[in-house]
Structures are given as C-alpha cells and as structure tokens.
C-alpha cells in the first residue's frame, strides 16, 4: 500500500475582501512583497557608488531576501539572477564599460555551467550508483557487526559510519540509511531508555559533520573549492578537513555520552547491552566491483589532479568517468538521470551567475573598500569569530532545501 504526502496549505495572516473575492495574504505572500518593494527602491536609490555596482547590490538583497524567506522556490530564484543581470545591463567588460544585452548574456550562460556544476553532477552519480548497488548497505553492516554490545562502542560506531556515508552519498541520503538499520535495536530497548533519543542524534550531527569532510558532500564545498585562489586539489582539502571531522566526531560522541549516558538503564540498575548487528552475506558482484573500481579511480584522479592539470584541465572534467562509465554500462538509467537534485543545480547556477555578477559590477571592489577599514587591525581567527554567525545563519536556512 502506499502513502501520499499531504502538504497542508499555508495559512493566511489577513483575509482582504474584494469583488472577485477573498484576497488571502500569507506570510510568503507579505516576503516577496517586500522583496519587490526593497528592489524597486534600491534600483531608485544610489546607495553603491556606480551605476552597474548599485543596481547588482539590489539584485543581491532582493535574492537573498527570496532565499532567506523561501517567498517563492529557492532555484527559482536562482533562475531570476540572470535574467535581472542581463535586462539590468549589469555585467562590464575588462574596460568598466557595461556590456550588451546579447554579450551578456553569453557571458552569463557560459560562466554559469562551470566545472563546479559538472563536479556537482559528478557526485550525484557516484552518490546514486553506490545506493544503486547496495554497495553503502554492505558496507555499513559489515562495520557496525564490530560494534559489539556495550553502547558508547556502538553509539560510536554509527556516528563513523553516518559521517563516513555522507562523504561519499550526500548528508541526507547517509542519515536516512543509518535510521533504515535501526529499528531492530530501538526494539530490544527498555521503555524510557536515554540511547534511542542519542542514537538519533548521533547519526544526524556525525552525517552534518561528514557534509564539510569532502569537496561533493555538500554544493556549498565545490562553490568554497571553485573561489579558492590557488586552487586546492582534493588531497588538500582531505589533509584539513579530515582531522577537524575526526575531532568533531569524537567531541560530540563525548558531549552526547555525558549528556544522556546512553548505557545507564532507565530504572538505574545497571547498564543495558545492544542487539549485535548481523552483516548481510551477500558477495560482491561484478557490478559492484565495477562501481568501486570507478569511484576510488574518479577519487583518486580528483586527488593528484594538480600534477596532472595539464591532462585533464580541471576536475569539473574528471567528473564525467563516471557518469560516462555508469550510464554507458548500464549500471545507471536515464531514470536514474532524471531523479538527481537538479534543483540544488540549479541553485548553485544562480549563486556563480551572482558572484559574477558582483565581481564584473565592480559591487566586489565597493564592498572590499568598505569592509577592509573595519576588520585590517583584526587577526584572522576574530574575523572568523565574527563571520562565522553569518554563515551559520545562512547555512541553517539551507538546510530545509536539502530535503527539496
């Protein structure tokens, strides 16, 4: 039998009468009001010195006001960003003169499909043909079978199998597939027991941590990979990234243990002991040893594709193996091809065609100067104290559209 999701309508803060009847404002409707009504009167305003600076500086406040109300869907959104920088005449040439309309437009176009969007793809399809296989399923109760029983051991145990997941398949399909193994050991549970509740939270936080440990488990890491200057192969990122996630884990799996002593029995009487995880005996095929093969090659390449640079160009082009190496053997369907997040594609599209856009307005050099002056006398760890809460903000809106 199956089940339909119901979407409750959303319910409207005033009911305004009119002749062709009852006008409902909802709380989207009042955000994209505002939205339209800011960017009308910046587009009116000289607020940024320099007529292409001002009117990218209203584009930028009129999308991040969209995206941080979800007025309307955050990729649409993203797909207004170029059609406001080319009607808006916003993008210059190398000459601060403003470009026309069909050179513009060109430009957009081509810097918006970028390796950063090829390498997106990329992991989509190493992220699908390892669920695909069951090759993640395989993996995870092989290594949760050397949990044992004693609880901290276990709790730590699905933390590094959840992060390690979301490295490789996304922080949202990982979670969903250590909760699918679950079930039989919140069965064997006293009522009232502290380890169901930290086990769930477990899994979620150590799948967040594994969302920053590499460049395609999270959009935002290839957007931060594509504006580094030197750029930094994979080996590099793994060299930094890994160690802080190997930390974070270990932490959190202290805090939750103090926290909610997991082991300790609800009447206080001892410690509870967990149901051992019983690996699945399936042997490898030959489909999967394909799809590993491919996937560690396609890492591997990521990993030295500096000292091979002058092969391949980029990693947006080492992207394509294995999509070609999937979808050509047929280990991946067009069905499989339609069923990406295209969607969060799309969103990464429209963040690159604003970023250039405030590069090529000259908004980029008006906002350096304006920020220098207050953070040059800061050190670098205190500029990072005080960005940080502006990313984190940022960053906890965008997690609701990762279930999109």
């Not at 607020?47 to 009129?62: P, Q, Y």
């Not at 043909?129 to 395989?138: E, P, Y």
């Not at 027991?193 to 935002?220: D, K």
């Not at 060299?239 to 206080?268: E, F, K, Q």
Request: aromatic residues 8%; proline residues 6%; neutral net charge.
């Amino acid at each position: 039998m199956g089940a339909t999701l119901v979407q409750q309508e959303e319910s409207s803060l005033i009911d305004v009468p009119t002749p062709l009847g009852n006008l409902k404002l909802t709380k989207k409707t009042v955000s994209l009001t505002v939205a339209l009504v800011v960017f009308v009167a910046l587009l009116m305003m000289d607020v940024v010195a320099g007529e292409e600076a001002n009117k990218c500086f209203a584009v930028l406040v009129f999308s991040t006001i969209l995206w941080a109300t979800e007025a309307i869907p955050l990729f649409v959104t993203s797909i207004c960003v170029p059609l406001l920088l080319v009607c808006l005449r916003i993008i210059r040439d190398d000459n601060d003169t403003a470009l026309s309309t069909p050179d513009a437009t060109k430009y957009i176009f081509s810097v918006m499909f970028s390796p950063t969007i090829m390498l997106l793809i990329g992991g989509f399809t190493i992220s699908s043909a390892l669920s695909k296989t069951n090759i993640d399923r395989i993996l995870i109760t092989r290594v949760l079978s050397f949990a044992g029983t004693k609880p901290s051991s276990v709790l730590l145990a699905f933390m590094a199998v959840s992060c390690f997941a979301s490295v490789w398949i996304s922080n949202v399909a990982a979670p969903t597939l250590c909760f699918t193994l679950i079930p039989p050991i919140l069965r064997t549970l006293p009522p009232r027991s502290a380890f169901a509740p930290a086990l769930i939270l477990a899994i979620a936080l150590a799948a967040n941590i594994g969302g920053q440990s590499s460049p395609i488990s999270s959009p935002q890491n290839l957007i931060a990979l594509a504006a580094m200057d030197p750029k930094l192969d994979w080996a590099s990122w793994f060299a930094v990234a890994l160690p802080v996630s190997i930390i974070s884990i270990v932490l959190i799996w202290l805090l939750l243990l103090v926290t909610y002593r997991p082991a300790r029995s609800p009447d206080g009487e001892g410690e509870i002991e967990i149901r051992p995880i019983r690996p699945t005996r399936e042997s490898f095929t030959l489909t999967q040893y394909w799809v590993a093969f491919v996937c560690l090659f396609t890492i591997a390449l990521w990993c030295f594709e500096h000292e091979i640079e002058g092969f391949v160009g980029d990693m947006g082009i080492i992207a394509i193996v294995p999509i070609v190496a999937f979808f050509a053997t047929g280990v991946l369907k067009k069905d499989d091809f339609e069923q990406f997040a295209w969607t969060i594609v799309f969103l990464a599209m429209g963040g690159i065609a604003l970023g250039k856009g405030v590069t090529s307005s000259g908004l980029m050099v008006t906002m350096d100067g304006a920020i220098h002056p207050l953070l040059e006398c800061l050190s670098l760890y205190t500029v990072v104290l005080v960005l940080s809460p502006v990313v984190l903000s940022a960053q906890t809106r965008s997690r609701s559209y990762r279930h999109l």
